[in-house]
């Protein structure tokens, strides 16, 4: 079927962003911590190391890698860094190094990918002995002035001390000396038992310029002489741009110059973006919309249909002998289920601003990859690494999308086109909703198989659908095999299935229509939870078991899943009585390895109207580095998932996506907000994200609940289309 | 050219009468902490008050709002000290991304200075702003944090 077959567009890009940033630079593996001639920063304060500035009146300017899009890294990342620096917490600010200085030092600060909730928990080793390095040479620095031994001295609060004399000195003072010494080969780093910055719920540091509308997102950069475009990408993917008809809008106000974008796109170049807009709407554009011109959500469902039973198929996670335990079972459950796609709709529409000149590119934007856009900006400008950059700014919302640099690359070819001239491309909100990178449409056939005496023999959960790694990164797969497909259903790993069962098939029937997905936060394991803690409640109706205590019985080997979901359970008063008319209903997951669970209550007025009252929601990250910040991401994910449950799903008419606005595709409000109780219950060993799991047990919890409200079971999302809404 | 009053300040714009009020804010003002999010008054981002009242600057144009006092976020604190809901918006850290936060401040402050001590019906009923990173329960709290200060 060739209108599925999927774009490759991507891969080039990525072959490209590897090289560019040194092939064999291993993620934390080289990380040099200074050394004998002080780095300097740009107001030419020294740096101790590449993490930590200290200025001369003692302010400590923490460098952050991970980008900030809401989800509170800067600020945890900065509490990891100070507690082991043992500076004034008061004192600390935070700066982003940019990609091309991270390529220029060797990869000194690592990886700057910020997704898969990986912002913390897979740098707080390197950044913790980035502080710890620091503190240790800033009070050898101070034991060289006093002439003592360093083991006399000890440091706290930005202030150290000659704990004999009582000589004090502060970090600001010493700094300059510090930079200068040879880093220690290895430091010891805290127990976070012991913590007293990181560990608490502390307040963002990125809040104030937030509510003065001070902080400058990629929307709001300005520089010198900038003008500003609007583009149109050819609506259905796999097609091109055919013609336009600029004449059509010559002497309109402010419009400079109309470029081709790629093969595929139009912009309208203008002194604003108003004006840009406006002729770009006037102008007539033909596209070619190519193969995929013909495709529809009905189409693709009945592909994903057929891959639903037999065939070839992925296995992820499998024991004992599915077939014979089915064929041998006392009864047997089945369901089928759907999730379709979701586009990310950060509030800030996507936008970059690329400056380009015959030496030199430089790009401003908000990216959840400095790193990725860096390489973008190189393949799009053809220029070396030496000549571009990128300055990150603060995100409008990211949620996996700003992950990608389709934008980027946008930018960069308009600027080329017009040499000198600083352009913001600013996509419309109709662009955005049209273009995304969209959460993969999946559908799942599960049979379940019960003994006499009513347990649970046999499970086999086929998966129907898209593989996001197929399209965005190829490298990503397993001799064919999307690994991530079996995010939450694996047999071991930070995203492991919940349940031991004697004889279990997963599976997975790959089928890449030509929308393009992406990694929507919280990724599979939105439709993966959905549909395996509905069908575990179908599973306990079956054999007429409270959902519970049916779940108890195959949680025994899985004590962290279990503890996360007794503690809901007992929150909400599980086996004891709600209030009139209230349901409740539970779901748990393990990914980004962390685990959560969630308990809903709702009431259902006239079996369509669903009023949300009251989520408990309990999250085990291993350590907890701003349990404030985490209750947060906590909530909000429920706005997020709840949303994609309610409101969400983007279908395909003509080979385009239909919706195009938040009156097509809604987002929840206020109004329909249920108070969100959080249990965050670190149990220590290991390190969890937090940004994306619970997203994915919203909607479970919520769905179970109704279906104890009206025995019905829903198993498509979203509800719109089954005219369910909030009450 | 159209004369905006905004934040106090008489502006003498080069923009053309029927263009939005957002774009004429953002681009030819040059204040850009009203943000953009949808164009169609859906999302409240670009929410600023006219003559008092929280408006979606998206949907009104320039000569509807010619003559008439716009507040914008920048023009919210006043002789350096913050409005009550910017402060209280940081003594309960309701922000994520920030990037919907101008719009629902400017919904909040419009609330509060026509009812002081909203209810939970009152907040449902005037704040309508979409964040996507979903910081409604923080934006419910901080605004009884206020009235019950």
Same mark, same amino acid.
């Given at each position: 079927?060739?209108?599925?077959?999927?774009?490759?567009?991507?891969?080039?890009?990525?072959?490209?962003?590897?090289?560019?940033?040194?092939?064999?630079?291993?993620?934390?593996?080289?990380?040099?911590?200074?050394?004998?001639?002080?780095?300097?920063?740009?107001?030419?304060?020294?740096?101790?190391?590449?993490?930590?500035?200290?200025?001369?009146?003692?302010?400590?300017?923490?460098r952050?890698?991970?980008?900030?899009m809401?989800?509170?890294?800067?600020?945890?990342?900065?509490?990891?860094?100070?507690?082991?620096?043992?500076?004034?917490?008061?004192?600390?600010?935070?700066?982003?190094?940019?990609?091309?200085?991270?390529?220029?030092?060797k990869?000194?600060?690592?990886?700057?990918?910020?997704?898969?909730?990986?912002?913390?928990?897979?740098?707080?080793?390197y950044?913790?002995?980035?502080?710890?390095?620091a503190?240790?040479?800033?009070?050898q620095?101070?034991?060289?002035?006093?002439?003592?031994?360093?083991?006399?001295?000890?440091?706290?609060n930005?202030?150290?001390?000659?704990?004999?004399?009582?000589?004090?000195?502060?970090?600001?003072?010493?700094?300059?000396?510090?930079?200068?010494?040879?880093?220690?080969?290895?430091?010891?780093?805290?127990?976070?038992?012991?913590?007293?910055?990181?560990?608490?719920?502390?307040?963002?540091?990125?809040?104030?310029?937030?509510?003065?509308?001070?902080?400058?997102?990629?929307?709001?950069?300005?520089?010198?002489g900038?003008?500003?475009?609007?583009?149109?990408?050819?609506?259905?993917?796999?097609?091109?741009?055919?013609?336009?008809?600029?004449?059509?809008?010559?002497?309109?106000?402010?419009?400079?110059?109309?470029?081709k974008?790629?093969?595929t796109?139009?912009?309208?170049?203008?002194?604003?973006?108003w004006?840009?807009?406006t002729?770009?709407?006037?102008?007539?554009?033909?596209?070619?919309?190519?193969?995929?011109?013909?495709?529809?959500?009905a189409?693709?469902?009945?592909?994903?249909?057929?891959?639903?039973?037999?065939?070839?198929?992925?296995?992820?996670?499998?024991n004992?002998?599915v077939?014979?335990?089915?064929?041998?079972?006392?009864?047997?459950v089945?369901?089928?289920?759907?999730?379709?796609?979701?586009?990310?709709?950060?509030?800030?529409?996507?936008?970059?601003?690329?400056?380009?000149?015959a030496?030199?590119?430089?790009?401003?934007?908000?990216?959840?990859?400095?790193?990725?856009?860096?390489?973008?900006?190189?393949?799009?400008?053809?220029?070396?690494?030496?000549?571009?950059?990128?300055?990150?700014?603060?995100?409008?919302?990211?949620?996996?999308?700003?992950?990608?640099?389709d934008?980027?690359?946008?930018?960069?070819?308009?600027?080329?086109?017009?040499?000198g001239?600083?352009?913001?491309?600013?996509?419309?909100?109709?662009?955005?909703m049209?273009?995304?990178?969209?959460?993969?449409?999946?559908?799942?056939?599960?049979?379940?198989?019960?003994?006499?005496?009513?347990?649970?023999?046999?499970?086999?959960?086929?998966?129907?659908?898209?593989?996001?790694?197929?399209t965005?990164?190829?490298?990503?797969?397993?001799?064919?095999?999307?690994?991530?497909?079996?995010?939450?259903?694996?047999?071991?790993?930070?995203?492991?299935?919940?349940?031991?069962?004697?004889?279990?098939?997963i599976?997975h029937?790959?089928?890449?229509?030509?929308?393009?997905?992406?990694?929507?936060?919280?990724?599979?394991?939105?439709?993966?939870?959905?549909?395996?803690?509905?069908?575990?409640?179908?599973?306990a109706?079956?054999?007429?078991?409270?959902?519970?205590?049916?779940?108890?019985?195959?949680?025994?080997?899985h004590?962290?899943?279990l503890?996360?979901?007794?503690?809901?359970?007992d929150?909400i008063?599980?086996?004891?009585?709600?209030?009139?008319?209230v349901?409740?209903?539970?779901?748990?997951?393990?990914?980004?390895?962390?685990?959560?669970a969630?308990?809903?209550?709702?009431?259902?007025?006239?079996?369509?109207?669903?009023?949300v009252?009251?989520?408990?929601?309990?999250?085990?990250?291993?350590?907890?580095?701003?349990?404030?910040?985490?209750?947060?991401?906590?909530?909000?994910?429920?706005?997020?998932?709840?949303?994609g449950?309610f409101?969400?799903?983007?279908?395909?008419?003509?080979?385009?996506?239909?919706?195009?606005?938040?009156?097509?595709?809604?987002?929840?409000?206020?109004?329909?907000?249920?108070?969100?109780?959080s249990?965050?219950?670190p149990?220590?060993?290991?390190?969890?994200?937090?940004?994306?799991?619970?997203?994915?047990?919203?909607?479970?919890?919520?769905?179970?609940?109704?279906?104890?409200?009206?025995?019905?079971?829903?198993?498509?999302?979203?509800?719109?289309?089954?005219?369910?809404?909030f009450? | 050219?159209?004369?905006?009053?905004?934040?106090?300040?008489?502006?003498?714009?080069?923009?053309?009468?029927?263009?939005?009020?957002?774009?004429?804010?953002?681009?030819?003002a040059?204040?850009?902490?009203?943000?953009?999010?949808?164009?169609?008054?859906?999302?409240?981002?670009?929410?600023?008050? %006219? +003559?008092?009242?929280? @408006?979606?600057? *998206?949907?009104?144009?320039?000569?509807?709002?010619?003559?008439?006092? !716009?507040?914008? #976020?920048?023009?919210?604190?006043?002789?350096?000290?913050?409005?009550?809901?910017?402060?209280?918006?940081?003594?309960?850290?309701?922000?994520q991304?920030?990037?919907?936060?101008?719009g629902?401040?400017?919904?909040?402050?419009?609330?509060?200075?026509e009812?002081?001590?909203?209810?939970?019906?009152? %907040? +449902?009923?005037?704040? @309508?702003?979409? *964040?996507?990173c979903?910081?409604?329960?923080?934006?419910?709290?901080? !605004?009884?944090? #206020?009235?019950?200060?």
């Open positions: 079927m060739n209108k599925h077959v999927s774009p490759q567009m991507n891969r080039r890009a990525f072959v490209i962003g590897t090289a560019a940033v040194g092939a064999g630079l291993a993620l934390g593996l080289d990380i040099p911590f200074g050394g004998p001639t002080a780095v300097r920063a740009a107001d030419g304060s020294p740096e101790v190391n590449a993490w930590v500035v200290i200025r001369p009146d003692d302010t400590v300017v923490i952050i890698a991970r980008s900030e809401g989800q509170g890294t800067l600020t945890g990342l900065a509490q990891l860094v100070a507690e082991e620096l043992e500076c004034d917490w008061s004192k600390v600010t935070t700066e982003f190094p940019s990609p091309g200085q991270n390529v220029a030092r990869r000194v600060w690592g990886d700057f990918s910020t997704g898969g909730s990986r912002g913390i928990r897979t740098s707080q080793d950044v913790r002995k980035g502080g710890a390095t503190r240790v040479m800033l009070i620095a101070a034991a060289d002035e006093w002439k003592v031994p360093a083991s006399e001295c000890s440091a706290a930005s202030v150290i001390t000659h704990t004999p004399s009582g000589k004090t000195t502060t970090y600001g003072k010493v700094a300059e000396a510090a930079a200068k010494l040879t880093p220690p080969a290895d430091v010891k780093l805290k127990d976070p038992k012991d913590w007293k910055i990181a560990g608490k719920g502390l307040k963002r540091l990125d809040t104030p310029d937030k509510v003065t509308g001070t902080t400058v997102y990629g929307i709001d950069v300005k520089l010198p900038m003008l500003n475009a609007a583009i149109k990408d050819c609506p259905v993917t796999g097609g091109k741009l055919k013609s336009y008809d600029e004449t059509k809008i010559v002497g309109m106000k402010g419009v400079k110059k109309v470029v974008v790629g093969d796109a139009v912009a309208v170049v203008a002194d604003t973006f004006h840009a807009k002729a770009l709407d006037a102008m007539p554009i033909v596209w070619d919309e190519g193969p995929n011109a013909k495709v529809s959500s189409s693709i469902a009945q592909w994903l249909s057929e891959g639903l039973e037999g065939g070839p198929a992925y296995v992820g996670n499998s004992g002998d077939t014979t335990a089915l064929a041998g079972a006392a009864k047997k089945e369901a089928v289920y759907s999730y379709p796609y979701q586009n990310h709709a950060t509030l800030e529409p996507m936008n970059a601003t690329a400056l380009y000149t030496d030199k590119c430089e790009v401003w934007c908000g990216t959840q990859n400095g790193e990725a856009a860096f390489a973008a900006t190189l393949e799009a400008s053809e220029l070396s690494a030496d000549k571009c950059d990128v300055h990150k700014l603060m995100l409008g919302g990211g949620f996996g999308r700003r992950g990608q640099t934008y980027v690359r946008q930018a960069v070819l308009i600027a080329k086109q017009m040499p001239t600083p352009i913001k491309l600013l996509w419309t909100r109709e662009e955005d049209t273009h995304g990178r969209y959460h993969p449409v999946t559908q799942c056939k599960m049979t379940a198989g019960f003994d006499a005496d009513n347990n649970l023999i046999a499970w086999h959960m086929r998966i129907s659908g898209q593989s996001i790694q197929f965005l990164r190829p490298e990503g797969l397993q001799n064919g095999m999307d690994p991530s497909t079996f995010q939450g259903l694996a047999p071991k790993g930070d995203a492991a299935f919940g349940y031991s069962v004697p004889n279990l098939m599976d029937s790959m089928r890449n229509p030509h929308i393009i997905p992406g990694f929507w936060r919280g990724v599979n394991v939105n439709h993966n939870a959905l549909y395996v803690e509905c069908f575990v409640d179908e599973m109706l079956a054999v007429k078991q409270d959902p519970l205590e049916f779940r108890r019985k195959l949680m025994k080997d004590p962290k899943n503890a996360v979901l007794e503690a809901v359970a929150k008063g599980w086996g004891k009585p709600a209030p009139q008319g349901y409740r209903g539970l779901a748990h997951y393990n990914g980004f390895g962390s685990y959560v969630a308990a809903a209550e709702v009431s259902v007025t006239d079996g369509s109207r669903i009023k009252h009251r989520i408990v929601a309990a999250t085990d990250p291993g350590y907890a580095v701003n349990p404030a910040q985490i209750e947060r991401q906590v909530s909000g994910s429920f706005v997020y998932g709840l949303t449950l409101y969400g799903g983007c279908t395909v008419k003509d080979g385009r996506i239909e919706q195009t606005n938040f009156d097509t595709y809604n987002s929840m409000r206020i109004n329909e907000m249920p108070k969100v109780e249990i965050v219950m149990s220590g060993g290991f390190w969890g994200g937090v940004g994306e799991p619970t997203i994915c047990v919203a909607g479970p919890a919520v769905l179970n609940a109704y279906f104890a409200a009206t025995g019905k079971r829903i198993r498509s999302v979203p509800l719109r289309d089954q005219n369910i809404t009450a | 050219m159209a004369n905006l009053t905004i934040n106090g300040k008489a502006l003498n714009l080069d923009v053309e009468p029927d263009t939005p009020l957002l774009w004429a804010i953002r681009e030819n040059g204040l850009t902490g009203t943000k953009y999010g949808c164009g169609i008054a859906q999302c409240g981002a670009c929410t600023v008050h %006219i +003559d008092g009242v929280a @408006t979606r600057s *998206c949907g009104v144009t320039v000569s509807e709002a010619d003559g008439k006092q !716009i507040t914008t #976020i920048e023009g919210l604190a006043a002789n350096g000290v913050l409005h009550k809901v910017q402060q209280a918006w940081i003594e309960n850290d309701v922000p991304c920030g990037y919907c936060q101008s629902m401040i400017m919904a909040v402050a419009a609330l509060l200075k009812k002081p001590k909203p209810t939970d019906q009152d %907040i +449902d009923d005037a704040i @309508t702003n979409i *964040c996507r979903g910081t409604f329960q923080q934006v419910r709290e901080a !605004i009884h944090a #206020i009235t019950n200060a």
